[in-house]
């Protein structure tokens, strides 16, 4: 990594308050060129509820600072209810979120230091309203880079998957979200008078969003508001659009790049996880990403013309054959460009499962899913899935014959099942593994489909027993190569625990091997210009102080009562710990999901979240937030149990706990 930290203009910074129309205020932080007002700039917003006091603050210095030493001002503003901002909490991207952030970006451009153009950019929910902001087309807001987000928020985000209750992030990500919504403002930011009542009125207006994910199990107007797939054409502003293999969210690059005019959109996925390309967390290869993304910026916000749009349409990293692990610190592989999408590099490629006329039976345990690895991996040492042989065994396996050469993928493998349910309600989970001559099993991509959505994700049609019907599973996109005397595995299982919440009732699918098949997307090999990317640049790292505990915990831990038969996964998040920063401020968080299940009993999945939350500065304030979120459920409905309790210099300020229940109508 290279750090610079003197620029052609000459940075400054100021904290400052943004008026939305109704008069609430949003706390800002800017960084601009110190001339700015003389020389106007753009503006690029980035607009998120994870407090760029604390939470993001390292992250924030890396890249904010940056933009402003090459031209523009550099805006990190707390949305509404969190951080030091105004108002109280609101669900997710909800209309009144949006409509503040279209009311940022017309505040910024009619500031004398910016030229009236506006760019946004943001990693997950910053990306994610970075694209829905840019729907709602402001007139300033002329482009965005939106990094590990969603165009689909049903069927591509923390919620659903494949039509599925997503039991791993359903609970965990809704615990999160009820712990960091109860986080306090700062008050060397709002005023010693000010911080308390204003914690209050946060606290006294929550609502767990678990209760409202749950109420629409079905893709309906709820979901359909923010996916931004509904009318890509509402789209006017230019779109970068990135992801990482080992994010869930990376086929939003290949839906945008498929459906947004290519004179103003342009993919990029490479290995990474769920982090921004630059940070040098597994798995790299880092790029210099910021760089990039001014190459973006001058383009469109400065009409320079910097090449960036004659680059491919998408740029993809094809990863190359790995034993299993759980980190890589680099991904061996290369780059490739298409200048379409789909490709037609990219053909498919239909292999039957097996000649075998006879049926197959899939009824695995249902604690098929504990080696599945984390949703979102973060660059930890435990995210990944490690090898999947114990996997395979609780599932059905197609292999084919070790392969005579190499064979790269590129884009969603599908796989079409001839199949019968024994019960109405069930599910189908795909593995696409590459399986060595060892033995050893290297999960390449998965795909997850709840039979009650086979005809639609916004429709809970039951199965009827007895009958065969054809379903396709469509994977999540992949770049891959397989190796010559390799072999490509297909494993089916009816459960993916704690990924997927399962179904009330213990079921077993029937398959008929010889009516189903895998389709591959297989890309060319051949020559092609090379791709190139410069070596990370940030500016200087904040000097923060992370105070790691003395004795750590597993990231993941997986342990078997035998005599119970019940298994139990802890997690550790681990989204950066305890830390001590420059103003004297002690940022401490610790957390757990765990997750149990009975191999046999599907009303025995549990889902527990659990939070604990310490700010102090000094002697003078300490305010510490405990929050806790409980997942479970009966045959006909789901069982949530939230509490939270709040604490200003020992004394409690609130204790809230809720109990409700939801029918279960498609998860």
């Known amino acids: 990594?290279?750090?610079?930290?003197?620029?052609?203009?000459?940075?400054?910074?100021?904290?400052?308050?943004?008026?939305?129309?109704?008069?609430?205020?949003?706390?800002?932080?800017?960084?601009?060129?110190?001339?700015?007002?003389?020389?106007p700039v753009p503006a690029l917003l980035e607009y998120l509820p994870y407090r760029k006091s604390d939470w993001t603050a390292p992250r924030d210095a890396q890249r904010h600072p940056w933009y402003a030493?090459?031209?523009?001002?550099?805006?990190?503003?707390?949305?509404?209810?969190?951080?030091?901002?105004?108002g109280t909490p609101g669900d997710e991207y909800d209309a009144r979120e949006l409509a503040d952030g279209v009311d940022v970006v017309e505040w910024l451009a009619a500031q004398p230091w910016c030229t009236g153009r506006v760019g946004m950019f943001g990693i997950s929910w910053g990306g994610f309203n970075a694209l829905q902001i840019a729907a709602l087309a402001p007139e300033p807001l002329k482009a965005i880079v939106t990094v590990c987000s969603t165009d689909d928020r049903?069927?591509?985000?923390?919620?659903?998957?494949?039509?599925?209750?997503?039991?791993?992030?359903?609970?965990?990500?809704?615990?999160?979200?009820?712990?960091?919504?109860?986080?306090?403002?700062?008050?060397?930011v709002v005023g010693a008078e000010r911080w308390l009542p204003m914690w209050r009125e946060r606290l006294d207006a929550l609502e767990p969003l678990l209760h409202t994910w749950l109420a629409h199990q079905e893709r309906d107007a709820y979901w359909r508001h923010g996916s931004v797939c509904e009318d890509y054409g509402a789209i006017d502003a230019?779109?970068?659009?990135?992801?990482?293999?080992?994010?869930?969210?990376?086929?939003?690059v290949l839906r945008l790049v498929e459906h947004l005019p290519h004179d103003r959109v342009r993919g990029l996925i490479g290995p990474w996880s769920h982090q921004y390309p630059d940070r040098e967390l597994p798995p790299g290869p880092a790029i210099g990403f910021l760089q990039e993304t001014l190459r973006w910026w001058d383009q469109h916000l400065k009409d320079r013309d910097t090449g960036v749009m004659a680059e491919p349409l998408l740029r993809t990293w094809i990863n190359d054959p790995v034993p299993p692990a759980t980190t890589y610190d680099v991904m061996p592989g290369r780059w490739v460009g298409d200048d379409a999408w789909p490709s037609p590099r990219v053909t498919w490629h239909a292999r039957?499962?097996?000649?075998?006329?006879?049926?197959?039976?899939?009824?695995?345990?249902?604690?098929?899913?504990?080696?599945?690895?984390?949703?979102?991996?973060?660059?930890?040492?435990?995210?990944?899935?490690?090898?999947?042989?114990?996997?395979?065994?609780?599932?059905?396996?197609?292999?084919?014959?070790?392969?005579?050469e190499r064979v790269e993928i590129l884009g969603r493998p599908r796989v079409r099942l001839r199949l019968d349910s024994a019960m109405p309600r069930a599910h189908v989970v795909v593995r696409l593994c590459d399986v060595a001559p060892d033995g050893s099993s290297t999960l390449v991509t998965r795909g997850v489909l709840?039979?009650?959505?086979?005809?639609?994700?916004?429709?809970?049609?039951?199965?009827?027993?007895?009958?065969?019907?054809?379903?396709?599973?469509?994977?999540?996109?992949?770049?891959?190569?397989?190796?010559?005397?390799?072999?490509?595995?297909?494993?089916?299982?009816?459960?993916?625990?704690?990924?997927?919440?399962?179904h009330g009732e213990r079921g077993e699918l029937t398959v008929l091997p010889a009516r189903s098949s895998l389709l591959l997307p297989v890309r060319a090999v051949g020559q092609e210009p090379p791709i190139r990317f410069e070596e990370p640049e940030q500016a200087p790292p904040l000097p923060v102080t992370h105070d790691r505990p003395a004795v750590r915990r597993p990231e993941r831990l997986v342990t078997?009562?035998?005599?119970?038969?019940?298994?139990?996964?802890?997690?550790?998040?681990?989204?950066?710990?305890?830390?001590?920063?420059?103003?004297?401020?002690?940022?401490?968080?610790?957390?757990?999901?765990?997750?149990?299940?009975?191999?046999?009993?599907?009303?025995?999945?549990?889902?527990?979240?659990?939070?604990?939350?310490?700010?102090?500065?000094?002697?003078?304030?300490?305010?510490?937030?405990?929050?806790?979120?409980?997942?479970?459920?009966?045959?006909?409905?789901?069982?949530?149990?939230?509490?939270?309790?709040?604490?200003?210099?020992?004394?409690?300020?609130?204790k809230r706990a809720w109990h409700h229940t939801t029918l279960r109508t498609s998860g």
């Open 450 to 502: 709840n039979l009650l959505s086979r005809n639609g994700r916004d429709r809970a049609d039951d199965w009827n027993p007895g009958t065969h019907e054809d379903v396709e599973i469509e994977l999540t996109g992949i770049g891959y190569a397989f190796p010559p005397g390799h072999c490509i595995r297909v494993a089916v299982s009816d459960a993916y625990w704690p990924w997927v919440w399962p």
């Open 352 to 404: 039957p499962l097996g000649a075998d006329t006879a049926p197959v039976t899939v009824r695995s345990p249902l604690h098929t899913g504990v080696d599945a690895g984390r949703f979102f991996p973060f660059g930890n040492a435990g995210d990944l899935p490690p090898d999947q042989r114990e996997e395979d065994g609780r599932s059905v396996c197609f292999d084919t014959a070790p392969l005579d």
């Open 238 to 252: 230019a779109v970068l659009a990135v992801g990482g293999w080992h994010d869930p969210y990376r086929d939003t």
């Open 154 to 188: 049903y069927d591509n985000d923390v919620h659903y998957t494949g039509g599925a209750v997503l039991g791993i992030d359903m609970a965990a990500w809704a615990g999160t979200m009820l712990a960091f919504a109860s986080r306090p403002p700062d008050p060397a």
């Open 1 to 39: 990594m290279k750090y610079r930290a003197h620029f052609e203009r000459r940075v400054v910074s100021e904290d400052l308050w943004i008026p939305t129309r109704e008069g609430t205020r949003l706390h800002a932080r800017v960084w601009r060129p110190a001339d700015a007002e003389r020389d």
């Open 560 to 654: 078997r009562d035998v005599a119970a038969g019940e298994w139990t996964l802890q997690v550790d998040p681990d989204y950066g710990g305890s830390r001590t920063y420059p103003d004297g401020l002690k940022y401490e968080e610790s957390a757990r999901e765990t997750y149990r299940i009975r191999e046999t009993d599907p009303l025995s999945a549990r889902a527990v979240s659990e939070w604990t939350i310490r700010l102090t500065r000094g002697e003078d304030w300490r305010a510490e937030v405990v929050a806790r979120t409980g997942l479970r459920a009966t045959a006909t409905e789901f069982i949530m149990d939230s509490h939270i309790e709040a604490r200003a210099n020992g004394e409690t300020v609130a």
């Open 69 to 86: 030493g090459h031209g523009y001002a550099s805006v990190r503003v707390d949305i509404r209810g969190h951080g030091d901002s105004e």
